[in-house]
């Protein structure tokens, strides 16, 4: 009875996501990496990057936007911004960890951040390029926009809440995209937002109209992308209700 319980227990030690923090030094700033190795392993590992909101952090978001319990054959990478982002009303004097939200400013150190992380895991695993996929929640959101307007040719498919890429993003490769939006953000109103939204569709090709699913609209683009339009009756939270989808989203798309 004792060795079945404990082959028991070592099964489910096998399957939990190992978590490991990583400090990287660019231009002699320290940056911070939370990583979740995959529990189910395969021969080539699909990633997610996880960009949290202003004034958040690496440890707080992968509680929040736990996607590692959904997507659990992939290598999560949650990173964690810096001060230096002032938002007026929030955080006038920029002392809250946030994100670069245009591609050349904060002196690009976010982009730089994302590439020194992205060439790391390609030493210590076998990446699938094939399966690159990027969340984000506010600012974090917004960056994850940054990085498909100056990364996109190494990005599959993003996930953007409640903030979105705007002109900055026009012309962007075409990748797939789901975007929330909540109606009642009091943070980055709702119209604001879908603005957004016709960009995006010019990017990824989309001339049809969508095919609704509950809170959710669904349009085809080109080569292959799928765009995913949420939106719900919430505030400026992230929909963590919605990560078996967003989870199932990534699934389905590879280049």
């Keep these: 009875m004792k060795n079945l319980l404990f082959l028991i227990l070592l099964s489910c030690v096998t399957t939990l996501n190992a978590q490991i923090t990583k400090k ?16 189910t392993k395969t021969e080539k590992t699909p990633v997610v990057f996880v960009f949290h909101g202003h004034g958040g952090n690496a440890n707080f978001v992968s509680r929040r936007i736990d996607i590692q319990n959904y997507y659990k ?14 938002v007026p009303g929030i955080d006038p004097n920029g002392i809250m960890n946030g994100w670069q939200i245009f591609t050349d400013d904060l002196e690009g150190r976010d ?44 990005i599959t498919a993003i996930c953007s809440a409640s903030a979105q890429g705007g002109e900055m993003i026009s012309g962007a490769v075409p990748i797939s995209v789901w ?31 969508g095919k609704t699913d509950n809170d959710k609209t669904i349009f085809k ?35």
């Design 24 to 39: 990287f030094n660019i231009n002699g700033v320290e940056r911070k990496v939370i990583i979740y190795e995959p529990a």
């Design 73 to 86: 054959d992939a290598l999560v990478i949650f990173m964690q911004g810096l001060p230096g982002r002032k």
């Design 111 to 154: 982009i730089k951040f994302f590439d020194v992380v992205f060439a790391d895991i390609h030493k210590a695993y076998k990446i699938d390029d094939n399966r690159i996929y990027l969340i984000g929640h506010s600012n974090g959101a917004r960056f994850v926009n940054v990085l498909w307007m100056t990364r996109g040719e190494k």
């Design 179 to 209: 975007m929330y939006i909540g109606k009642n953000d009091k943070i980055v109103p709702p119209q604001s937002q879908e603005l957004s939204i016709p960009i995006v569709k010019s990017n990824l090709g989309i001339s049809m109209a």
């Design 221 to 255: 683009g080109k080569n292959n992308t799928e765009l995913v339009v949420q939106s719900s009756n919430a505030g400026h939270e992230f929909p963590k209700q919605s990560l078996q989808e967003i989870a199932d989203f990534f699934r389905r798309h590879e280049k």
